[in-house]
């Protein structure tokens, strides 16, 4: 998902990039005689490094937003991540001195206790 939406936001705006190139700088290499090939490598591909270069920045952000859409997409429970980062850290305790998770009772404990 996330390469899907950025190779479409690349492909339009580096299209918009290359048909905003100097009209005149291609009609003056055509002029010496220049082919298709030169005319991209040595014209158009340099005129549009900085069109390149925000390209890339904006698809970072889109990547992420296809990875996380896409997580919640194929997921049931949303972001797996969040549970095993949890899980794995942070015990609960209980009141009554009973640990949630049993294999490791002494690390970073947090305790629940009820006011009644």
């Known amino acids: ?3 899907s ?7 339009l705006e580096n ?9 005149d700088l291609i009609k003056m290499a055509r002029t010496f005689k220049a082919n298709k090939w030169q005319i991209l490598t040595k014209i158009v591909i340099p005129a549009n490094i900085s ?15 296809g990875v996380i859409s ?3 997409l194929v997921s049931k429970a949303g972001l797996r991540i969040f549970d095993s ?7 609960i305790r209980f009141s009554n001195d009973e ?3 049993t294999w490791n009772c002494c690390g970073n404990n947090v ?5 009644a």
């Open 5 to 11: 939406i950025s190779l479409v936001v690349t492909i």
């Open 111 to 115: 305790w629940i206790s009820s006011f």
């Open 15 to 23: 299209l918009n990039g290359f048909l905003r190139t100097d009209k």
């Open 70 to 72: 896409g997580e919640f």
């Open 85 to 91: 980062l949890w899980w794995s850290g942070v015990q």
């Open 51 to 65: 069109t390149f270069i925000n390209s890339l920045k904006v698809n970072i952000g889109l990547s992420l937003v």
């Open 99 to 101: 640990c949630s998770n």
């Open 1 to 3: 998902m996330a390469v």
